[in-house]
């Protein structure tokens, strides 16, 4: 989220076994963006992808929750 809006980070994550990280920071997908627009159109349409089924999924569980 912070990503998207620029407000502090509202999450940490926490590997529980060795993984590899890529760190995309705003300032370097904007420069990205500017010179492979439809990387950068890819790349949104799949962070819109993730939140929205998040979001569906907490919706069902706010559901769920008031039976």
């Known amino acids: 989220m912070a ?3 620029g407000a502090p980070r509202s999450a940490d ?3 529980f ?3 590899d990280l ?3 920071r705003r300032q370097n997908f904007d420069k990205l963006a500017e010179e ?3 990387v950068a159109i890819q790349l ?6 993730i939140l929205s089924s998040r979001l569906r ?11």
């Open 57 to 67: 999924y907490a919706n069902a569980e706010m559901r769920a929750l008031e039976t």
């Open 22 to 24: 890529f760190v995309l």
């Open 13 to 15: 994550a926490i590997a």
């Open 44 to 49: 949104l349409e799949g962070l819109a992808s």
């Open 17 to 19: 076994t060795d993984v």
């Open 36 to 38: 492979h627009k439809k």
């Open 3 to 5: 990503f998207l809006d």
